[in-house]
């Protein structure tokens, strides 16, 4: 079967699928839909999986979830204990505490990359818990990982 031309007119690669783009073009096509129709590809989203949810029957859903529990107990673990740290459980709930009652002012931009969002509180030291950097998602994972930023 022949494959036609990208729709984007500079592009002229190969199409990936029915769509009529290219796989980088579908790909942000689809980006921009989902971006544009958020809530309706949640509402989509809700249906399919209840949809499923009635096609396989209880039962097996149970029994998907049991698998998945098991297979991954170790992961779950492993995340539970960091996340139930005293000292940092301590620091979240104290700055989560100060910004909705307006003792401290969240930013509408990262201190980082100065994109505009709205930030993580990262903290540095957890036995101050409202000296905080605040960072997009991208620049905390980076810093919580170690990774250099981009």
């Given at each position: 079967m022949a494959r036609g031309k990208c729709a984007v007119a500079a592009c002229g690669e190969?199409?990936?699928?029915?769509?009529?783009?290219?796989?980088?073009?579908?790909?942000q096509y689809t980006r921009?839909?989902?971006?544009?129709?958020?809530?309706r590809v949640r509402e989509l989203g809700r249906k399919n999986k209840a949809a499923e949810r009635e096609r396989k029957g209880p039962e097996q859903v149970r029994q998907e979830w049991r698998d998945w529990y098991q297979k991954n107990k170790?992961?779950?673990r492993s995340w539970q204990k960091r996340r139930n740290v005293p000292t940092q459980k301590r620091a979240r709930h104290l700055l989560e505490w100060a910004v909705e009652?307006?003792?401290?002012?969240r930013p509408n931009r990262c201190s980082s990359c100065r994109e505009e969002c709205v930030p993580d509180g990262h903290h540095e030291d957890y036995s101050k818990?409202?000296?905080?950097e605040w960072l997009c998602r991208r620049c905390h994972s980076h810093k919580q990982n170690g990774a250099p930023e981009s």
């Amino acid at each position: 079967m022949a494959r036609g031309k990208c729709a984007v007119a500079a592009c002229g690669e190969a199409t990936y699928s029915t769509s009529g783009y290219c796989r980088e073009h579908h790909r942000q096509y689809t980006r921009e839909y989902r971006e544009k129709n958020r809530d309706r590809v949640r509402e989509l989203g809700r249906k399919n999986k209840a949809a499923e949810r009635e096609r396989k029957g209880p039962e097996q859903v149970r029994q998907e979830w049991r698998d998945w529990y098991q297979k991954n107990k170790e992961h779950r673990r492993s995340w539970q204990k960091r996340r139930n740290v005293p000292t940092q459980k301590r620091a979240r709930h104290l700055l989560e505490w100060a910004v909705e009652s307006g003792f401290i002012a969240r930013p509408n931009r990262c201190s980082s990359c100065r994109e505009e969002c709205v930030p993580d509180g990262h903290h540095e030291d957890y036995s101050k818990p409202f000296d905080v950097e605040w960072l997009c998602r991208r620049c905390h994972s980076h810093k919580q990982n170690g990774a250099p930023e981009s």
